[in-house]
């Protein structure tokens, strides 16, 4: 008699685990909860390569690394001086 109250209990709790299973959702930590303190930043990078002496860019010579930086520059709000830019 105990182990078919066993048997019967058992497949109860298994029914019920394979079908609370099915209706389960999976979501990532980040989106259920928020940190005080932490926030996204953007991340905003410019190359610069360094190497031989004279074989990089020449910032008065190269018209395109110049207007790069200008307008890098410019998107984040800054202005630049006419001897620079």
């Not at 029914?15 to 259920?32: E, W």
Request: proline share 1%; with cysteine.
């Amino acid at each position: 008699m105990k182990k078919i109250n066993f048997l019967i209990n058992f497949t109860c709790c298994l029914i019920l685990f394979l079908i609370l299973a099915g209706t389960a959702r999976s979501a990532r930590i980040k989106d259920l909860a928020a940190i005080e303190g932490v926030r996204e930043n953007q991340l905003l990078g410019y190359g610069l390569v360094m190497g031989l002496n004279g074989t990089g860019d020449d910032i008065k010579k190269s018209v395109f690394t110049r207007q790069a930086l200008i307008n890098l520059v410019k998107r984040l709000g800054m202005s630049i001086t006419p001897e620079i830019g």
